[in-house]
Each structure stands twice: as C-alpha cells, then as structure tokens.
Nanobody
Framework: QVQLVESGGGLVQAGGSLRLSCVAS????????MAWFRQAPGKEREFVST????????YYADSVKGRFTISRDNAKNTVYLQMNSLKPEDTASYYC???????????????WGKGTLVTVSS
C-alpha cells in the first residue's frame, strides 16, 4: 500500500510562490495517477490538479489554471505542485491523493496524505 506525505506548505504573501511536494512510499508509485485537492476552513474539499501515471496528461481547476503546475518524478516517488501568483483565496490545507486515473472527484482516489497548510496573506 502506498503512503503519502506532503510538505512545503507555509505562510506566503499574496503574489508569492510555494512548491508543495508529496513523497510516496512503496514501489508502485508510477502505477498511480496523482492529484492535489485542497480544503479551506469551513468549506468543502475541492479539486486542484491531477496528473497521469507518466506525466503525459495534466488537468487543473479553473481557479488555478495558469498559476499552478503539477509535475511528477517517478524515480523519486514524488509529485509536485508549483504554486505561483498566490492569492488569499488559495489559503487551505492541501492534500495529495493517489488513484487509478485522472479524475477530478476525490472519491475516486483511495489513498490520501495528511495534508500541508498553505496560508496566503493579503
């Protein structure tokens, strides 16, 4: 079973950048599509981005398109989320997830990390 650990969150000013990382344990990381979701206080979890097992396909929520970039390094068992031009509304806990394909719905991802907090100040 793959286990996921996120890192890279923190406090940043609006307009700044952060790069989140999610490291997976186990030898089967490259079999999984990976995704990032986020959940702000008092709000429902929402899809951010997903990437196919080989990195050939990526998808983004409209709210982050053009500002966030998802990538993966299968040799390092790691998926990244580069976040640029951050806005206060990007403040949330960010979770990575592993699943069979690139869905935007969280229920299709059976494996989740514990999250990393991103706070964007205005």
């Amino acid at each position: 079973q793959v286990q996921l650990v996120e890192s890279g969150g923190g406090l940043v000013q609006a307009g700044g950048s952060l790069r989140l990382s999610c490291v997976a344990s186990g030898r089967t990381f490259s079999n999984y599509a990976m995704a990032w979701f986020r959940q702000a206080p008092g709000k429902e979890r929402e899809f951010v981005s997903t990437i196919s097992w080989n990195g050939a396909s990526t998808y983004y929520a409209d709210s982050v398109k053009g500002r966030f970039t998802i990538s993966r390094d299968n040799a390092k068992n790691t998926v990244y989320l580069q976040m640029n031009s951050l806005k206060p509304e990007d403040t949330a806990s960010y979770y990575c997830a592993a699943g069979g394909t690139t869905y935007s719905i969280g229920n299709y991802y059976p494996i989740w990390g514990k999250g990393t907090l991103v706070t964007v100040s205005s």
